[in-house]
């Protein structure tokens, strides 16, 4: 795991100050590589790269970057791991018996593989998380690339004079001609997912790459571009799509059994598993007690004689503890387990610190306990497994179901009178709805016995009157639900439910689901939460499940062998009940978070509303400052549950706050 850098400016740019700046770009980057650092820069090119290093193969200086080609044509900084990256070198090899093998590191395996197959064939070869970027000295062209699902991040765009990218935005700060100018589409899109969706970055002119694609920049262009009055991001090209392997899922669909299918995912979890575990330092896995993170953990321990380190974070709050449920997991395996009982406090203590980790807003509040696990795991190994991926493969979230029956229960009224329904229960005030429900709730099973019926009521009546199962599942997924008047001058931008590829309307609703899950919520929160919160201690995070062949494999399942019965992941458990007893895993699902609504009224109110200031807010001039003085003061009462809208804010002013700061 590292952090990469790089620039294309002119031609015989003054070399000793282009070399300064690319040493402060590299090592603003140094969380993610505190092992080592290297750079090159051929001014007569226009090129520069820089790399920090966190060594995990090959330790020896023949795994340093950047790193030439044996035939010195291509030069490459490389962010991740390629877990093929033996039988690549095994297949080169074979075709070419007179290559001479430097080191054992797979980064030299990328090179050959550019080398003789050239870039978009080598990135259709290797599987693993990476974020790539290859200068060809010949053609002077940069090519940039990232992984299939998008767990390493690359930023790019043109800053000032040049054409930047990095690993993290931070890194493209300390560049001449820098602006903080703020994209309000980007901030929009913020207020309505709680993240800034791909290919959107937080401020104007920079991008992010989406995963499965690259980018060809040729010098003569970039040279093209800079003569323009407004110089526009390039964009990219997709060397794999989730749509694909969805559309090759339906049309060949699995025919075997269901024993079969479970062998059949066993046996390719291990190998993917046993892939991931290839680590020349101290290596472990995250353990929740659910059902990913322990198939992950089981499937590590069948592959280990030695006790694998697991790590867990712990709450005294009965809601937001898994812990014991972990424990469990890991004594039965036999793990060497190890786990960190939380307080409010050591929690509290991290919200001033995630600003500078996620360099854009960032508003899931997991961000939190992945943080407080990672820096656990980090006092004892250098790699960490984790179990993120199974739930947008295998219809593993709650809202899959309930959001299927909600729609069910929903279609067959007419939309004009869904709409008159969801009106005429909204208009009903908070305090009326609070009433009512006191009187009949002694008479309610406990399943309808809410803590805020006020709450439910609200939200309930919000969805009733959607026009259809895109909107719905929009609502259900955004934060704010009006981006465009919380933001001054926004527009919310074009999101993947209305841009569907048209195959994706042949997929029933929870197929859907899980594909909008797959190509937003996953990349652009899932994944950035585990990154940064790995990359800020210094640890590599690897994500199995979303190894690209149990993708594929997952889209050409049927929907019975993932949801039955209401049970989710059906298959994954499967496999997961031959290895744990199935009394230690079955129990409702939890979220990994902590408890924000209470925080925002008790130790976090201070600290919230200094942020949350009427004058601060209109003299900023982002945000609409009746509208959050309303909800804050709402939640304040208890009438109202706004911990999401609310986080997202403060997360907004937090890191606003921290950018003014770093100006001066």
């Given at each position: 795991?590292?952090?990469?850098?790089?620039?294309?400016?002119?031609?015989?740019?003054?070399?000793?100050?282009?070399?300064?700046?690319?040493?402060?770009?590299?090592?603003?980057?140094?969380?993610?590589?505190?092992?080592?650092?290297?750079?090159?820069?051929?001014?007569?090119?226009?090129?520069?790269?820089?790399?920090?290093?966190?060594?995990?193969?090959?330790?020896?200086?023949?795994?340093?970057?950047?790193?030439?080609?044996?035939?010195?044509?291509?030069?490459?900084?490389?962010?991740?791991?390629?877990?093929?990256?033996?039988?690549?070198?095994?297949?080169?090899?074979?075709?070419?018996?007179?290559?001479?093998?430097?080191?054992?590191?797979?980064?030299?395996?990328?090179?050959?593989?550019?080398?003789?197959?050239?870039?978009?064939?080598?990135?259709?070869?290797?599987?693993?998380?990476?974020?790539?970027?290859?200068?060809?000295?010949?053609?002077?062209?940069?090519?940039?690339?990232?992984?299939?699902?998008?767990?390493?991040?690359?930023?790019?765009?043109?800053?000032?004079?040049?054409?930047?990218?990095?690993?993290?935005?931070?890194?493209?700060?300390?560049?001449?001609?820098?602006?903080?100018?703020?994209?309000?589409?980007?901030?929009?899109?913020?207020?309505?997912?709680?993240?800034?969706?791909?290919?959107?970055?937080?401020?104007?002119?920079?991008?992010?790459?989406?995963?499965?694609?690259?980018?060809?920049?040729?010098?003569?262009?970039?040279?093209?571009?800079?003569?323009?009055?407004?110089?526009?991001?390039?964009?990219?090209?997709?060397?794999?799509?989730?749509?694909?392997?969805?559309?090759?899922?339906?049309?060949?669909?699995?025919?075997?059994?269901?024993?079969?299918?479970?062998?059949?995912?066993?046996?390719?979890?291990?190998?993917?598993?046993?892939?991931?575990?290839?680590?020349?330092?101290?290596?472990?896995?995250?353990?929740?007690?659910?059902?990913?993170?322990?198939?992950?953990?089981?499937?590590?321990?069948?592959?280990?004689?030695?006790?694998?380190?697991?790590?867990?974070?712990?709450?005294?709050?009965?809601?937001?503890?898994?812990?014991?449920?972990?424990?469990?997991?890991?004594?039965?395996?036999?793990?060497?387990?190890?786990?960190?009982?939380?307080?409010?406090?050591?929690?509290?203590?991290?919200?001033?610190?995630?600003?500078?980790?996620?360099?854009?807003?960032?508003?899931?509040?997991?961000?939190?306990?992945?943080?407080?696990?990672?820096?656990?795991?980090?006092?004892?190994?250098?790699?960490?497994?984790?179990?993120?991926?199974?739930?947008?493969?295998?219809?593993?979230?709650?809202?899959?179901?309930?959001?299927?029956?909600?729609?069910?229960?929903?279609?067959?009224?007419?939309?004009?009178?869904?709409?008159?329904?969801?009106?005429?229960?909204?208009?009903?005030?908070?305090?009326?709805?609070?009433?009512?429900?006191?009187?009949?709730?002694?008479?309610?099973?406990?399943?309808?016995?809410?803590?805020?019926?006020?709450?439910?009521?609200?939200?309930?009546?919000?969805?009733?009157?959607?026009?259809?199962?895109?909107?719905?599942?929009?609502?259900?997924?955004?934060?704010?639900?009006?981006?465009?008047s919380l933001v001054v001058g926004g527009r919310e931008p074009l999101s993947i439910f209305e841009l569907s590829e048209p195959q994706s309307h042949?997929?029933?609703?929870?197929?859907?689901?899980?594909?909008?899950?797959?190509?937003?919520?996953?990349?652009?929160?899932?994944?950035?939460?585990?990154?940064?919160?790995?990359?800020?201690?210094?640890?590599?995070?690897?994500?199995?499940?979303?190894?690209?062949?149990?993708?594929?494999?997952?889209?050409?399942?049927?929907?019975?062998?993932?949801?039955?019965?209401?049970?989710?992941?059906?298959?994954?458990?499967?496999?997961?009940?031959?290895?744990?007893?199935?009394?230690?895993?079955?129990?409702?699902?939890?979220?990994?978070?902590?408890?924000?609504?209470?925080?925002?009224?008790?130790?976090?109110?201070?600290?919230?509303?200094?942020?949350?200031?009427?004058?601060?807010?209109?003299?900023?001039?982002?945000?609409?400052?009746?509208?959050?003085?309303?909800?804050?003061?709402?939640?304040?009462?208890?009438?109202?549950?706004?911990?999401?809208?609310?986080?997202?804010?403060?997360?907004?002013?937090?890191?606003?706050?921290?950018?003014?700061?770093?100006?001066?």
């Amino acid at each position: 795991m590292c952090g990469i850098v790089g620039t294309i400016s002119a031609k015989n740019s003054a070399s000793a100050a282009s070399m300064a700046t690319l040493t402060k770009m590299r090592d603003r980057l140094s969380h993610r590589g505190p092992d080592a650092a290297g750079e090159w820069l051929e001014s007569n090119a226009g090129i520069s790269l820089g790399h920090r290093r966190l060594s995990i193969l090959d330790l020896s200086p023949t795994g340093a970057q950047p790193m030439h080609s044996s035939c010195n044509r291509y030069v490459t900084v490389f962010n991740g791991e390629i877990y093929n990256f033996r039988n690549l070198r095994d297949e080169i090899t074979h075709l070419h018996p007179s290559h001479v093998w430097r080191g054992t590191s797979d980064t030299e395996v990328i090179l050959a593989g550019v080398t003789y197959w050239g870039v978009e064939t080598t990135l259709t070869k290797v599987d693993g998380m990476f974020a790539i970027a290859v200068w060809d000295k010949l053609e002077n062209i940069l090519y940039l690339a990232r992984d299939r699902m998008g767990e390493k991040p690359l930023y790019y765009g043109y800053v000032g004079k040049q054409f930047a990218f990095a690993s993290e935005l931070k890194a493209l700060k300390v560049l001449d001609g820098w602006t903080n100018e703020i994209d309000r589409i980007a901030l929009t899109a913020y207020f309505s997912y709680s993240y800034v969706p791909s290919p959107l970055s937080i401020f104007k002119g920079i991008a992010k790459l989406m995963p499965g694609h690259f980018l060809k920049i040729a010098h003569a262009d970039f040279l093209a571009q800079s003569k323009c009055m407004h110089m526009h991001i390039p964009e990219s090209i997709a060397y794999w799509k989730l749509d694909d392997a969805i559309a090759i899922g339906r049309v060949h669909p699995f025919v075997g059994s269901e024993r079969e299918a479970t062998d059949q995912l066993e046996k390719l979890l291990l190998d993917t598993v046993g892939k991931q575990m290839v680590s020349d330092v101290p290596l472990g896995a995250f353990l929740s007690g659910g059902v990913d993170s322990s198939t992950v953990v089981a499937l590590m321990q069948a592959q280990s004689e030695p006790p694998i380190q697991t790590f867990t974070i712990g709450f005294d709050e009965a809601d937001f503890n898994e812990a014991e449920h972990a424990k469990a997991v890991a004594a039965h395996l036999g793990t060497d387990h190890h786990e960190l009982y939380v307080t409010p406090q050591q929690a509290m203590d991290v919200v001033p610190l995630l600003p500078t980790l996620y360099d854009e807003p960032f508003a899931d509040s997991s961000q939190i306990p992945t943080y407080l696990v990672a820096q656990l795991a980090r006092t004892k190994v250098t790699v960490s497994l984790s179990g993120d991926g199974g739930d947008e493969l295998f219809c593993g979230y709650n809202r899959y179901t309930w959001m299927n029956k909600i729609w069910k229960a929903m279609s067959p009224i007419p939309a004009p009178i869904r709409q008159f329904v969801g009106m005429a229960a909204s208009a009903i005030p908070p305090v009326v709805v609070a009433k009512g429900y006191g009187l009949v709730k002694p008479l309610l099973p406990q399943g309808l016995q809410f803590v805020n019926p006020a709450d439910k009521w609200a939200k309930t009546a919000d969805l009733i009157g959607l026009q259809d199962s895109a909107a719905l599942y929009k609502r259900v997924v955004s934060s704010w639900q009006a981006p465009e008047s919380l933001v001054v001058g926004g527009r919310e931008p074009l999101s993947i439910f209305e841009l569907s590829e048209p195959q994706s309307h042949q997929l029933n609703l929870g197929e859907q689901m899980m594909r909008f899950d797959a190509l937003t919520y996953l990349p652009d929160d899932i994944l950035v939460k585990v990154d940064r919160a790995s990359m800020a201690v210094s640890l590599e995070s690897r994500v199995p499940l979303l190894d690209r062949r149990v993708v594929e494999f997952a889209w050409h399942l049927p929907m019975a062998m993932k949801l039955r019965g209401g049970v989710s992941k059906w298959i994954l458990r499967e496999v997961l009940y031959r290895h744990v007893p199935r009394a230690l895993i079955e129990r409702p699902k939890m979220g990994f978070g902590v408890p924000i609504d209470s925080w925002l009224r008790g130790a976090l109110r201070p600290w919230a509303e200094a942020l949350l200031d009427e004058k601060l807010l209109a003299q900023q001039g982002y945000l609409n400052v009746s509208m959050i003085r309303k909800v804050w003061l709402e939640h304040l009462s208890g009438r109202r549950n706004w911990q999401s809208q609310l986080w997202a804010v403060l997360m907004f002013q937090a890191w606003l706050a921290d950018q003014v700061q770093h100006e001066k």
